[in-house]
Nanobody, 116 residues
């Protein structure tokens, strides 16, 4: 069955770094646009970053641009989110998403907490 499994979250101090991974299985990974979303307590889920099917184009929400980098490895069916210069406002559950027309898959999420 379709699975998206996130890993790499944790507790980090402000200014620190983390790399999230999302391993996909059960579907053909390459044709899907891949994204990372996040949801903080009491807030709506928001798009953080997206990467196109072959990694040619990317999108970042303004608040993370220059600090976060999304990438994908189609040979390993994995998408990554490198997060640098983390801020307390980056604290959230981060979700991996795979999408193409008519199909939309989500992972279970991984907690990222930025705190001193």
């Amino acid at each position: 069955q379709v699975q998206l499994v996130e890993s790499g979250g944790g507790l980090v101090q402000p200014g620190g770094s983390l790399r999230l991974s999302c391993a996909a299985s059960g579907f053909s990974f390459s044709p899907y646009a891949m994204s990372w979303y996040r949801q903080a307590p009491g807030k709506e889920r928001e798009l953080v970053a997206s990467v196109s099917t072959f990694g040619v184009s990317t999108y970042y929400r303004p608040s993370v641009k220059g600090r976060f980098t999304i990438s994908r490895d189609n040979a390993e069916n994995t998408v990554y989110l490198r997060m640098n210069s983390l801020k307390p406002e980056d604290t959230a559950v981060y979700y991996c998403n795979a999408r193409r027309v008519g199909e939309d898959y989500w992972g279970q999420g991984t907690q990222v907490t930025v705190s001193s």
